[in-house]
């Protein structure tokens, strides 16, 4: 059965930096595209980083610059770096697979706050 838990998430101040992390469970990890997704109040869940099996990487163009998306396939463990983090950016945060994902992965996400 496969699990994607994510965690880091948190209150931070505009310019601050945080480091999220998706702990993946079951044989997906290595095999597959990595992605980071947010989803902002009234707003609709946006793509933010993927990363590939054989570790290439494609963010929006929001967070070009800012973000670094990464992972650690004996560990099983994506991650996404985020500095200079703005209001804009503040949202829940998802891994699923990367380009296309499965809604069955869906987790809980972790919330990102930026705000002074």
């Known amino acids: 059965q496969v699990q994607l838990v994510e965690s880091g998430g948190g209150l931070v101040q505009p310019g601050g930096s945080l480091r999220l992390s998706c702990a993946a469970s079951?044989?997906?990890?290595?095999?597959?595209?990595m992605g980071w997704y947010r989803q902002a109040p009234g707003k609709e869940r946006e793509l933010v980083a993927g990363i590939t099996s054989g570790a290439s990487t494609s963010y929006a163009d929001s967070v070009k610059g800012r973000f670094t998306i990464s992972r650690d396939n004996v560990w099983k463990t994506v991650y996404l770096q985020m500095n200079s983090l703005k209001p804009e950016d503040t949202a829940v945060y998802y891994c699923n697979t990367y380009p296309f994902v499965r809604d069955p992965y869906w987790g809980q996400g972790t919330q990102v706050t930026v705000s002074s």
């Open positions: 079951g044989s997906i990890f290595s095999i597959n595209g």
